[in-house]
């Protein structure tokens, strides 16, 4: 909650001197050459189709009983979307043109930052186990205050 304040007195003492956005920022921002704009399309329609996949593809094997959608599934299944989609984005922004060798090799040091601090928060997060490292054991089942029943049924 404290940080939720700092964050308000932060944007009230910045806004008061801000002023209001001229129409360059309003405007449209359609793009005037007709190759662009098929791009833009092109992108546009990729995107679409990838949320439709997406939804879809889950929905059907769902629905036609080829796989069990549970929370855990649903987890693991976004668990490696998020990889996959970080891996993909570090990739493109190394490998895109125009960085200098000096801005690469800085990339890869957020890259690393970033992998090391995915590692610790995937560490951090896990529930305690019976350890060495663990003086306060934690219950290895949580199999009583799990619900077991599957979303949109009755337990």
């Not at 791009?39 to 949320?51: F, T």
């Amino acid at each position: 909650m404290l940080a939720g304040v700092g964050m308000t007195l932060g944007l009230v003492s910045v806004c008061p001197g801000r002023q209001a956005p001229g129409r360059s920022r309003t405007a449209s921002r359609a793009p005037r050459d007709p190759e662009a704009a098929r791009r833009q399309k092109r992108g546009l329609a990729i995107a679409a189709a990838s949320i439709v996949a997406l939804i879809g593809v889950p929905l059907v094997l769902s629905l036609t009983g080829v796989v069990e959608i549970t929370a855990n599934f649903v987890g693991n299944a976004l668990g490696v979307l998020l990889i996959a989609l970080t891996v993909g984005v570090f990739g493109w922004l190394l490998s895109s043109p125009g960085w200098t060798p000096r801005e690469r090799k800085r990339f890869v040091a957020i890259g690393l930052l970033f992998l090391a601090a995915a590692m610790f928060w995937s560490a951090y997060d896990r529930p305690a186990r019976r350890s060495l490292c663990s003086p306060i054991a934690a219950p290895t089942t949580a199999s009583s205050a799990t619900p077991t029943h599957r979303v949109g049924s009755n337990p």
